[in-house]
């Protein structure tokens, strides 16, 4: 049988991306077929797109990170991740057992897909890296962006002061999420208004990660959860002349973390926010909106 995804042939712009139809995938050992109902959309995703991460090779390939949606044998409803060549931007998907778990009760399906792993990216080194504990301060750059407004709740939730950074128009809405503290970095110097911290996360690296180990305090972390991106020597060099702890961490697969992620969702202590939701044939409009660098929260994609 087929199933429409949407596939790249060549390196490139959104421009690339094309509906096609191919065969269904097959489910092997440890494995499950998932109907796929909502994609979420990531940075990740159009940085293989245009060539920036090459490490799958050449394309032909299928993008997306995460997906929601029912196991084909079961109807059970899941939440989780797979990988490009065979990504999640199709009507159906093969998933590991360990990269899926039961999508959180309180969320449709296409909230759902915006968490796997935007959610994994700060819920892990939050909580399993800096094991962060109540009353330490905690600066979350790009704080409204889809890791960002996951990693704010997140720290809240385990009794953290946060600091994050973010434009002026966008206070508002961190401070409902729990923020305790916000810097307009287009006004104000972060280092200049953030100190004695004792865990930073972020998602920007390159001068921001050099930066922000100046408002570590003895013992804090800064962790790089940017991926690939720029270099990161100097950095590294300077966390060493501080003697401070410097971490670049990159999300990884987890059933359990998902379930933990679910548990914190219906308990009502994060919520994740949809910036747009697009229908999957238009993949490379949500490419467009994602490459703007201004999306606050996630783009998903419905199949």
Known sequence: MEMR?????RYGGPEVLEVVRQPRPTAGPGEVLVKVLAAGVNPADWKIRAGQVRRL?????????????????????VYGNTFPPNGAYAEYVVASLDALAPSP????????????????????PLTQVAAIEPGQRVLIHAAAGGVGHLAVQIAKSRGAYVIGTA???KHEFLRELGADELIDYTVTDFTEAAHDIDVVLDPISGDYGLRSLETLAPGGILLDVRGTGPDRTAARARAVELDRRYAEIRFAP???????????????R???????????????????LSESGRVTGKIVLTV
Do not use: C, M, N, W
Not at 60 to 74: K, Q, W
Not at 262 to 268: C, I, K, R
Not at 270 to 288: D, G, S
């Open 5 to 9: 995804a949407i596939t790249q042939h």
């Open 57 to 77: 090779g050449e394309p032909p390939f299928t993008l997306g990170l995460d997906f929601a949606g029912t196991i084909e044998a079961t109807g059970e409803p």
């Open 105 to 124: 009760l309180s969320l449709d399906h296409v909230h759902s897909a915006a968490l796997p792993t935007a959610a994994l990216t700060a819920y892990q």
């Open 167 to 169: 434009r002026q128009a």
């Open 254 to 268: 987890s059933a359990d973390d998902l379930r933990a992620i679910a548990d914190l969702v219906d308990a009502g």
């Open 270 to 288: 994060l919520r994740v926010e949809l910036a747009q939701t697009l229908p999957l044939e238009h993949a490379a409009k949500a490419h467009e």
